[in-house]
């Protein structure tokens, strides 16, 4: 199957501070990826699209100036949370699909604390 | 609007037993439904999916059935295995091409 990976694993940080995520496909091309959040025995939660050479599109009720999606290449695409609370602690995993496929394959996740 | 609903949130058998999760979606033009495993603190995995032009599918001791009518789906794991203990997602893919999640089903095997 493909391989999707993101870094990091983990990230502590301290209230205020901004958090870069990566997400990479390793083995396809893919021009669309997503990214969800996910909270503790909770369901995904699917944050926003990520289109690559275009605006992301955000999911009702996430802050797109908060959530900052960035996906420059075929490759990868960045989440950057800004300014992040203790209330953005989380699981945040990222997937990709390759072109015209419909499996979605998940990123490791990275979990974030926000002390 | 879009929405997967799921069922039981837990479930709990005996090792060698059946258990069976379903789930049925809203948006009547979706037409691929994956389903995932997750163990505590990994990534989502890929178990089985099918699609809207298919009625059941079947790779070893899994087995999906979908009803495009009734808009239902459904996860049969057969001979179960302590391995199999696991939190368990359904998924619809919606016109818009995103996956909708269900709730997620705890299943726990006791040996």
């Known amino acids: 199957g493909a391989v999707v990976s993101q870094h990091p694993s983990r990230v502590i940080c301290k209230s205020g501070t901004s958090v870069k995520i990566e997400c990479r496909s390793l083995d396809f091309q893919a021009t669309t990826m997503f990214w969800y959040r996910q909270f503790p025995k909770q369901s995904l939660m699917l944050m926003a699209t990520?289109?690559?050479?275009?605006?992301?599109?955000?999911e009702q009720g996430v802050e797109k100036d908060k959530f900052l999606i960035n996906h420059a290449s075929l490759t990868l695409s960045t989440l950057t949370v800004t300014s992040a609370h203790p209330e953005d602690s989380s699981f945040y995993i990222c997937?990709?699909?390759?072109?015209?496929?419909?499996?979605?394959?998940f990123g490791p996740g990275t979990r974030l604390t926000v002390l | 609007g879009e929405n997967v609903e799921q069922h039981p949130s837990t479930l709990s058998v005996q090792e060698g037993d059946s258990a069976v999760i379903k789930c049925t979606y809203s948006d009547s033009a979706s037409n691929y439904f994956p389903w995932y495993k997750q163990e505590l603190g990994k990534r989502p995995q890929l178990i089985i999916d099918?699609?809207?032009?298919?009625g059941e599918k079947k790779d070893q001791r899994i087995a999906v059935t979908l009803n495009k009518t009734a808009k239902h789906f459904s996860l049969h794991i057969t001979e179960t295995q302590p391995e199999d203990s696991a939190v368990y997602f359904c998924?619809?893919?919606?016109?818009?091409?995103?996956?909708?999640f269900g709730q997620g089903t705890t299943l726990q095997v006791k040996p």
């Open positions: 998924a619809a893919k919606v016109h818009t091409g995103k996956l909708i």
């Open positions: 997937s990709a699909a390759p072109p015209s496929a419909d499996t979605q394959y």
């Open positions: 990520s289109n690559e050479g275009s605006k992301a599109t955000y």
């Open positions: 099918i699609r809207s032009n298919v």
